[in-house]
Structures are given as structure tokens and as C-alpha cells.
Nanobody, 117 residues
């Protein structure tokens, strides 16, 4: 059974940094063609924040470009999201996902990120 487990969320002041981690079971990141991080703020639709393809290409939502970095540690089967210069509008539940879209995608349970002074 494939599982994705996120960690690293929390409360941070504006301008601060957090590093989210997502550990995958079953070598999911090895066979996935696309993996990424999405977020959902209260009252808003879920949005894709950052993605990484099996070929190494990355893509970022406009509001996080230059501040967020997605990366993968293949040996540890872990996906990361480094978030710098955090803003209150980055507050959301962040979800890790991976798979072979649109055929099949797996999602984690989410981790809360709150940016507030």
C-alpha cells in the first residue's frame, strides 16, 4: 500500500522559513512521472504550488517563484519543499502528491503551515 506522510509544518513569522518533507512508501517517487506540493487555504480551492517531473523539470505557481524550492532525495524516498520569505497568504494545509497523472495519483494527509506574527 502506497503512503505519503508529510511533516515540517507549523507556525512561523512573516519572512521566516520552513522545510516540508514527504516520505513515500513503496518507492513511489521512483516510478512517478510527476510529484509535487499543493495547498488549500480556508475557503479557497486547492492549488498546485510546485511540481517536479521524473525528468527533473520543475514548475512553480507564480506567487511562490523565487521563494519556494521543490527537491527530491531519491535515496531516502523523500520529497521536500523549502519555503523562504513566507507571507501570511502562504497559510494553508500543504499536501504532497505523486503518481502518473492522469492515470493515478497518491496524496498525503496534509500538514498545516501558518504564517502569522
Amino acid at each position: 500500500q502506497v503512503q505519503l506522510v508529510e511533516s515540517g509544518g507549523g507556525l512561523v513569522q512573516p519572512g521566516g522559513s520552513l522545510r516540508l518533507s514527504c516520505v513515500g512508501s513503496g518507492s513511489i517517487f521512483s516510478f512517478s512521472t510527476m510529484m509535487g506540493w499543493s495547498r488549500q487555504a480556508p475557503g479557497k480551492q486547492r492549488e498546485l504550488v510546485a511540481s517536479l517531473t521524473s525528468g527533473g523539470s520543475t514548475n512553480y505557481e507564480d506567487s511562490v517563484k523565487g521563494r519556494f524550492t521543490i527537491s527530491r532525495d531519491g535515496a531516502e524516498n523523500t520529497l521536500f519543499l523549502q519555503m523562504n520569505s513566507l507571507k501570511p497568504e502562504d497559510t494553508a494545509v500543504y499536501y504532497c502528491h505523486a503518481g502518473i497523472p492522469p492515470l493515478r495519483s497518491y496524496w498525503g494527509q496534509g500538514t498545516q503551515v501558518t504564517v502569522s506574527s
